[in-house]
């Protein structure tokens, strides 16, 4: 793919978007695959931490979490095949978007935000911060431009696909 041809601000936005891809895939997988799979297992199997709140919820599954990596993954290895991104680099931009997501129900509920409600910014830019810190702890260092774009793109993207997931009826809430 030839993007040197293109300006700057779309060059930034395709290279953001490349890395941030299997990230992406791998956060809205688990909300598809537990639709398809019908079985929704708790990741904390109903246990409550120390706060005597639920560590994550039902909404975090063991089947989503699988899921979603998993999907990443294949994303990745498309990107890869198609030498668009490393393979390395997907792999941990998807396990790290899946951990991001657990973090930020973690975080959740320990303020005592219920399953379902909404928390501006953890919600939406949670497993993507965690999946660029994975990626520059593993990787290494990630260009600021591709943060800020990053960023910037999600906060337009998340609210926008979730909205739509929502009207589609995939979700039952549209944050």
């Known amino acids: 793919m030839m993007i040197e041809s293109t300006p700057p601000i779309f060059q930034a936005i395709i290279k953001t978007l490349l890395l941030i891809l299997p990230s992406y895939v791998a956060n809205a ?46 994303c990745s290895v498309g990107l890869h095949f198609l030498q668009l991104q490393s393979l390395e680099g997907g792999i ?15 975080i959740k509920r320990r303020i005592g935000i219920p399953r379902g409600k909404p928390l501006p910014i953890i919600d939406q830019l949670s497993f993507l911060l965690v999946a660029e ?40 809430v549209p944050w």
Not at 44 to 69: C, H, P, Q, W
Not at 92 to 106: E, H, K, P, R
């Open 29 to 74: 997988s688990p909300l598809l695959a537990v639709k398809i799979i019908k079985r929704q297992t708790p990741i904390d199997r109903g246990k409550y931490f120390i706060d005597k709140r639920r560590v994550l919820g039902n909404g975090k599954t063991i089947e989503g979490s699988i899921a979603g990596i998993t999907m990443g993954i294949l």
């Open 92 to 106: 941990v931009m998807s396990i790290g978007a899946i951990l991001g997501d657990l973090l930020g129900s973690f």
């Open 133 to 172: 810190a994975m990626y520059w702890l593993f990787l290494g260092p990630i260009p600021l431009y591709i943060l800020v774009t990053s960023i910037i793109l999600t906060l337009i993207l998340h609210p926008l696909t979730n909205a739509i997931a929502y009207l589609i009826g995939l979700k039952q």
